[in-house]
């Protein structure tokens, strides 16, 4: 992202830290993070109109992040996965409709809001009654480590997108999270014994979480663009994928691999 963009990131980040009662899941730093770390792995043509309309993206991305909290269910009862769908459909809509580009990439913005809400475990969790007392503060603990995270992108294959089935990957995403959760939980109620500073240091289950959920949300949030890219018959010049024609791999193929398992 250019250096004169980074100045309209801030007052938007400021903006919404005012406003938030309690620092929500992934915070609005973070999110501006993963949609920066994100922007990286789109086809050119993509970025240039993301880094262009900077502040659609951004505000499309943080619009309403300050109102979630430790009630807010992204999944079960939340139909976040449902909403991903539509706004990925609203994306490819506007691409194909040609609508100014600033709505378009605002579309853009809303997939990233949706994506970091099912990557967040504490989202997506179990819901421990002791959840709404360390909330916050694992949202400020990603937040401050964010230098110190080494981000992983997990590649664009993915089955599910593979097969148009939006629904369903939003729903994988939620689970890849939901897999931290006993270990986020553990960090801050350690099992018979009290909670030290080395639950919390570089080489803690904490950080290794921290780590997983911030990738996720990256991966998920990357895909999710480039599917909606893909299937406006974008230009895929620059994207880090094998195939152009299948990026997320084939449909047929991943249809092979699910009757052998269930043949096992």
Do not use: K
Not at 74 to 102: C, K, N, S, T, W
């Amino acid at each position: 992202m250019s250096v004169r963009r980074v100045p309209l990131v801030l007052v938007l980040l400021a903006a919404l830290a005012g406003a938030a009662p309690e620092t929500p899941a992934f915070s609005p730093a973070t999110r501006a993070l993963i949609v920066r770390r994100a922007m990286t792995l789109m086809p050119d043509a993509l970025e240039r109109q993301m880094s262009r309309h900077a502040r659609s993206l951004y505000r499309g991305a943080l619009d309403g992040v300050e109102q979630l909290g430790p009630a807010y269910h992204a999944l079960d009862p939340g139909d976040a996965d449902l909403r991903l769908e539509e706004a990925i459909a609203a994306a490819v809509r506007a691409l194909d409709e040609q609508q100014p580009m600033r709505e378009v990439v605002a579309q853009f913005g809303r997939i990233a809001r949706l994506t970091g809400d099912l990557a967040f475990a504490l989202n997506v969790g179990p819901d421990d009654p002791r959840e709404a007392g360390f909330y916050g503060d694992f949202a400020r603990f990603i937040e401050s480590r964010q230098d110190r995270i080494r981000i992983t992108f997990g590649g664009f294959a993915d089955p599910r997108l593979a097969r148009d089935d939006v629904r369903g990957f939003g729903r994988s995403v939620a689970e890849s999270a939901r897999r931290d959760y006993a270990a986020i939980l553990a960090s801050y109620h350690p099992p018979g014994r009290d909670r030290l500073p080395g639950d919390f240091d570089d080489r803690s289950v904490a950080f290794a979480a921290a780590s997983l959920e911030l990738s996720l949300a990256v991966t998920a949030t990357a895909r999710a663009w480039l599917y909606a890219w893909h299937r406006a018959h974008g230009d895929m010049q620059g994207a880090p994928v094998e195939d152009s024609a299948e990026p997320f791999g084939r449909a047929d193929a991943t249809a092979s691999v699910r009757r052998e398992e269930r043949a096992r």
